[in-house]
C-alpha cells in the first residue's frame, strides 16, 4: 500500500528553529510537496521538491532524500504565526497526490 | 485577480437531502480536484477530472457525483447515500500533472 508518516503533533518555542520529518511509500514518485494549513483554512503551497538535497525559501526549507523515502521541512526564527498544520503530500504513479495526515505545530511564546 | 472560489464557506443540511458544493476557478487549469479532510486524516480524494466532460473516481468516491460541464466549474454533490457526509471539502486545481495545486477556501458541510 501507500502511506506517507508525519508526527501528529510539535511543539517549539518562538524565535527556534524545528524540523517536521515525513517519510513515505509510495508507487511512482514525481515530487514531494510541503503545505501550511492554519485551522478550518485551505493547504497553503509552501514547497516542492523533487531531485535530492535541500531547497531554500526565506525562513523555511525542504529537504528531500529519495533514496530512503524521506524528506523535512525546517522552520527558522519561528513566529506565533507559524503555528499551523504542516502537510506532506507525494505527487505518485499517474500523478495522484498522497497525503500525510499533517503535522499540528504549536510555538509557545 | 485568478484564483479558485467554494461557496458556500458553511453548510447545514438535513439527514437525507442531498447537497452540491461549488467550485470554480477562474486559472485556466485544466485539472480540478475534490478532498475531503477530517480531523486527524489526511486530505482523501473523492473524484478528479483532468478535462472537460471526463472524471474519475478517487479513493472515496462513494455517496458523491460530479459534473465537468465547463473548464472553469466541478460541482459535488453530497447524496444521501453518503454515510458519514460531515466533514469540510476541499476543491483543488492544478495545470494538467502541473506540481503545485491550488485550493478554494473550503466548504465546511454539516449534516444533522
Known amino acids: 500500500g501507500q502511506n506517507i508518516d508525519q508526527p501528529t503533533e510539535m511543539t517549539a518555542t518562538e524565535g527556534a528553529i524545528v524540523q517536521i520529518n515525513c517519510t513515505y511509500q509510495?508507487?511512482?514518485?514525481?515530487?514531494l510537496f510541503w503545505y501550511q494549513q492554519h485551522a478550518g483554512e485551505a493547504p497553503t503551497f509552501l514547497s516542492y521538491n523533487v531531485l535530492d538535497g535541500l531547497e531554500e525559501k526565506g525562513r523555511f526549507s525542504s529537504f528531500l532524500s529519495r533514496s530512503k523515502g524521506y524528506s523535512y521541512l525546517l522552520l527558522k526564527e519561528l513566529q506565533m504565526k507559524d503555528s499551523a498544520s504542516y502537510l506532506c503530500?507525494?505527487?505518485?504513479?499517474?500523478?495522484?497526490?498522497?497525503w500525510g495526515a499533517g503535522t499540528k505545530l504549536i510555538i509557545k511564546p | 485577480d485568478g484564483g479558485i472560489t467554494q461557496s458556500p464557506k458553511y453548510l447545514f443540511r438535513k439527514e437525507g437531502q442531498n447537497v452540491t458544493l461549488s467550485c470554480e476557478q477562474n486559472l485556466n487549469h485544466d485539472a480540478m480536484y475534490w478532498y475531503r479532510q477530517d480531523p486527524g486524516q489526511g486530505l482523501r480524494l473523492i473524484y478528479y477530472s483532468q478535462i472537460v466532460n471526463d472524471f474519475q473516481k478517487g479513493d472515496i468516491a462513494e455517496g458523491y457525483s460530479v459534473s465537468r460541464e465547463k473548464k472553469e466549474s466541478f460541482p459535488l454533490t453530497v447524496t444521501s447515500a453518503q454515510k458519514n457526509p460531515t466533514a469540510f471539502y476541499l476543491c483543488a486545481s492544478s495545470l494538467d500533472r502541473g506540481p503545485e495545486a491550488f485550493f478554494g477556501q473550503g466548504t465546511r458541510l454539516t449534516v444533522v
Open positions: 503530500a507525494v505527487n505518485a504513479l499517474n500523478y495522484q497526490l498522497i
Open positions: 509510495t508507487s511512482g514518485f514525481n515530487g
